[in-house]
Each structure stands twice: as C-alpha cells, then as structure tokens.
C-alpha cells in the first residue's frame, strides 16, 4: 500500500482508485458476511417453557426405584424413595449436561458420565459436578385408586 | 506491511517464485471475440456461491420425507436470511448451468476445443454433465409436489434404456417408488458424491487451461502466422479485475431475482396426490421433456420413449467427442459444415425449450 501523502501535496488519481476499488471489496464483503453471520446463528424455537407434566399413574411407582421423562425439552428424573416419598429433579447433570439416573443398591442418583453422585435431596454427595440438581414440586392427585403423580417448577 | 512479511516467511520455507513468475507473466489474448473468455471464469465463480449457500442450507436442511419440507419451510420462514440464502442457492444454480451451455457453445464456435486442448473439452462437457446431475438431484430436495412428480417422471425416462432400464430405475429411485428412499440417495448424491468428482474434473479442467493457457480462434491465429503479432493484456491485475466486474454483474442480477421472484415452496409431497397441472422439470430439461412428450409411442416397431434417449445418449457421446470427430480444426481450417450443425442445434434445443413452456 502507497503511504499517506504529506499534507499539501496533490492527491494522486491512483490513490483515488485503489480507495475506490477497496472500500468496493470491503463492503461486498461486509455485505456477505452480515447475511451469513445471522444464517448461522441459529433461531430462537418458540417452544413455550413446560410447567408442569402428568409423570405417570402412582401404581407405576414401586419404592427404591426412578424413571427419566421428558419435562418441555429436557428430561426430568422421578424417584419413589425406598420408604415411599416422591422426589423429581431436573435429570440434566450439572456437571456436563449427562442424564442422570436412579441407583436402586444405594438409593442415591447417579451420573454415569463422570461418576456424578446425588443424594435424594439432588445435593452432590461424590464426583465432579459443582451444584445440586434442580428440584421440582411433586404432587398426587385423582381419585382414590387412579391417582396421577404430577411434577411441576418449584 | 504484515501481508508483505507473511509473503516472505512463506517464500522462505515453500519456494513461492514459480507461483509469482506465473502470475506475474501469464497474459490473456485480446481480441474481438475475447469477451467469451468470461463465461469460465463466470462459471467458476456461480460454482463457488453454490458451494458456499449449499453448505449454509445444510445447517437446517433434513434429509427425510418427512422432514424435508418442513426443514426448507423453517429455512425460509424461520432462519434469519434464510429465504435469501435458498433463492441465492436456486438461482444460482440456474445461472450456472445457462452460463455453461454459453461457455460450451462458444467454445464450440471458436473451435477452443482444437488439437492441444481435446481433454480441456472432454473435462469441461463432463463439468456440464455434473452440473446437470446436480441440478436433477438438488430439484428433489425440498420435497415438494412438483419437485417429486418431476423426479417421478425424470427417473422413468431411465427406464426407456433397453435390457439395463428397469435396473436404472430401482437403483436411482432406491426402490420401486420415488420415496423418502429417493430422496436420501439424492442427498447423499447432490452432497457427497457429485462435489467430490466435481472437485476433481474441476481441478483438471483449470490445471488444464492454466498450463495451455487460452486458446484464441482459428483467423486471429492464421494471421498470427503472417505476421500480425496477437495483442496480450496482463493476467493480474488487469484480467482479474475484468473478471471480477462480471462477477459482480451475476451477483446483482442473482439478488435482484432472488428478492423480486424468490422461488415458490409450494405444497408438500403426497404421493397419493394426483399430479398437478403444467408439471414441468427446470427450464434445460425442458427441451427433452418436450421431445419426448411428441415421439409416438411407436416408431418403426421400436418404442418411442426408448429410440428418445438413445437419441439423446448419441448426441451426448457427440458432444464429447467434437475435438476427435473435427478433423479440420485440428489442422487450423475452418469447418463450415460443423458450424451449421451446431446453430441448428442450438435453436433446436432453444425452439423445444420455448415450446415445453409455451405446451405446458
């Protein structure tokens, strides 16, 4: 690139040129890349956020045992303790987003990506992850018999 | 300047004076028919901005009938840009293959193709071939009800081909049916299969003409020889920037088409649908379409649809071998009779284009 010319001095026409010539280029080039950069940026889903979900029939629930659901767009995980309390918590480990699951042996929630281990609280008891897993609201509902249990954001 | 210091490391460890000599020297021809140099390079460069938008369509595109449209759908609706990205892709494409058959013809004419360039040619028409297979394919892929009853049709054409027809056509519909099959194949093809053996012949095709550098016509050489020396112009910068002024026309006319008649999603696929009216392929098949359309079914005892493509397959094998079949251009003598041929073809295949629109 030429440099700049001392102030007083003429400008030369080829210096006039090239300017034109680059700031052409650069705003063809700025005028392809600002489409692309927000092509690439990926849309935001208009899914709403889920409250709450039905997670099943209370029959289906035997002490000391867990199952994984959808909850929204994430899984979400149910324990029935071994003496027949409800637990649900987001199953997204917060280590690095695994899907827990239940250890029934030693009723604690497990995380077998990196030996993650929650209590029943969703507190980390062992392993890498850095905070508890986030709770949710249990309820029964229904008549007598047809009960459903419910879990919904605390 | 950094640029400057870049340069110099890399002249250090990777020689780089063959490549600066090269470009430095190389000169490009100038006279009054060099205005068809351009169409190449024209080529070369819609090639590059289908490279580029394809790979940004494959970011939200899914292969799968039942996704397909809805994912082209959410690309044009839903993604920033996205309707801009796909018409530019589309339309491009479009450009693409009428800039090729421009750069085949006249190269046709000035009989570029002559003896030392015969594999110039050979790889240039298998480019043209190429892009007319990426176009069948990528016509597929929005999944659309046009889209799948002309590939309905296009695949049936194979199965005209004697003795290996019916094979042809479970192998390229990947079934009996143009199905969700067909159209992972297609993908498979229009993204994997087609781009690699284009990057090859492409790379041939330009090494090719870098290394003869351009052919100039058969009068401007003879008068070379008593004595008339050619004009030459600089490669860089003067070429290239003539080069680029071209490239900027093509994106202008692409942004506007794309942004004043962008390309219609229309309605999805439903193979239990019947066809709609005026189904038609894209405009360079058309004039096969519409050939075939008027052959009887009958002729001479053979059937019609099956002495159509052999037809068609002869004046393909034609095309690929006009540097061998042109014995007159390879000792520098003008060819009268081939000129005539080619301008009857040529408002051949533009009449049946005009009457596959105008019938449709």
Redesign the interface.
């Known amino acids: 690139?030429s440099e700049l010319p001392s102030p007083g001095a003429p400008v030369r026409r080829r210096t006039v040129l090239d300017a034109i010539?680059g700031i052409g280029i650069f705003s063809?080039l700025a005028s392809f890349l600002y489409?692309?950069w927000?092509?690439?940026?990926?849309?935001a889903l208009a899914e709403p956020d889920t409250d709450s979900v039905v997670a099943g029939r209370l029959a289906e629930f035997r002490n000391n045992s867990g199952a994984v659901l959808k909850f929204g767009t994430k899984p979400a995980i149910v324990v029935r303790t071994p003496d027949g309390q409800f637990r649900a918590f987001n199953a997204v480990c917060t280590h690095l987003d695994c899907t827990v699951q239940y250890k029934s042996d030693t009723s604690q929630i497990w995380c077998a990506c990196h030996n993650g281990l929650y209590d029943l609280s969703g507190n980390v008891v062992s392993g890498p992850p850095p905070r508890p897993l986030e709770a949710f609201r249990v309820n029964v509902r229904g008549e007598p018999g047809q009960e459903e249990v419910v879990i919904s954001r605390t | 300047m950094a640029g400057r210091a870049i340069v110099a490391w890399l002249d250090e460890r990777v020689d780089l004076s063959g490549l600066r000599h090269f470009v430095a020297e190389k000169t490009v021809p100038v006279h009054a028919h060099k205005v068809w140099y351009y169409m190449g390079g024209l080529a070369l460069f819609l090639f590059l901005v289908q490279v580029a938008t394809g790979i940004l369509l494959l970011l939200y595109y899914r292969p799968s009938a039942s996704e397909a449209y809805e994912s082209v759908k959410f690309i044009v609706s839903t993604v920033e840009f996205g309707w801009l990205i796909r018409n530019v892709h589309s339309w491009s494409a479009n450009l693409l293959v009428l800039i090729a058959f421009i750069h085949l013809f006249s190269t046709f004419f000035l009989r570029a193709y002559r003896r030392p360039r015969e594999l110039t040619w050979l790889s240039g028409v298998a480019l043209l071939f190429l892009m007319l297979a990426f176009g069948f394919s990528g016509y597929l892929l929005p999944w659309n009800e046009l889209a799948f009853f002309a590939t309905k049709v296009g695949t049936g054409v194979a199965g005209a081909v004697p003795v290996v027809g019916d094979f042809l056509v479970r192998f390229m519909r990947g079934g009996d049916e143009v199905t969700g099959a067909t159209l992972t194949r297609f993908y498979g093809l229009h993204v994997a299969v087609l781009p690699a053996i284009t990057t090859v012949v492409l790379a041939l095709h330009l090494l090719l003409i870098q290394r003869q550098g351009m052919s100039v016509p058969i009068g401007v050489e003879k008068r070379a020889r008593e004595g008339v020396p050619i004009a030459q112009m600089p490669f860089f910068p003067n070429y290239v920037l003539r080069d680029l002024m071209w490239w900027f026309i093509a994106l202008a006319i692409i942004a506007a088409l794309s942004v004043f008649s962008p390309w219609e999603l229309g309605q999805k696929a439903d193979a239990f649908a019947p066809v709609p009216a005026g189904i038609r392929p894209e405009w360079y098949f058309l004039a096969m379409f519409q050939l075939l359309k008027m052959l009887p079914s009958h002729i001479l005892g053979l059937e019609g649809e099956m002495l159509g493509v052999l037809g068609f397959s002869l004046i393909a094998v034609a095309v690929l071998l006009v540097p061998f079949l042109d014995t007159r251009a390879a000792r520098g003598e003008p060819n009268r009779p081939l000129t005539v041929i080619g301008i009857v073809g040529l408002i051949l295949f533009i009449a049946f284009t005009i009457y596959g629109y105008v019938a449709a």
């Open positions: 690139m010539l063809t489409p692309v927000r092509y690439v940026i990926p849309p």
